[in-house]
């Protein structure tokens, strides 16, 4: 049996499944929780370099020299994630 190829026509075409619709409030609480997320990952990243948050073991290491770097990495990618957060929402 052969098989037919056709193309859909502008009334044949798939359509995508519809999103829920989301309210004002999911937005605003959507902005509050990635707030919270990035200044707990700033807090985080801080107390790493500072040497006030420490991790057994990791802290022992070079005299806490990898879990500075490891909260530099923490704090320069947060900034990064915002940056790259406004970048996306201006281009809305």
């Not at 502008?10 to 200044?39: C, D, T, Y």
């Not at 990243?45 to 005299?63: E, K, R, T």
């Not at 020299?65 to 281009?91: F, M, N, R, Y």
């Amino acid at each position: 049996m052969a098989t037919r190829n056709r193309r859909l026509n502008v009334n044949q075409a798939v359509m995508k499944p519809s999103r829920r619709s989301r309210g004002p409030l999911a937005e605003v609480w959507g902005f509050i929780v990635w707030l919270v997320g990035v200044l707990v990952s700033l807090a985080v990243g801080f107390g790493m370099v500072d040497g006030v948050l420490s991790i057994p073991f990791l802290s022992d290491i070079a005299d806490g020299l990898v879990l500075a770097a490891a909260g530099w990495i923490v704090v320069i990618l947060t900034i990064l994630g915002v940056i790259l957060k406004i970048i996306d929402k201006a281009s809305i």
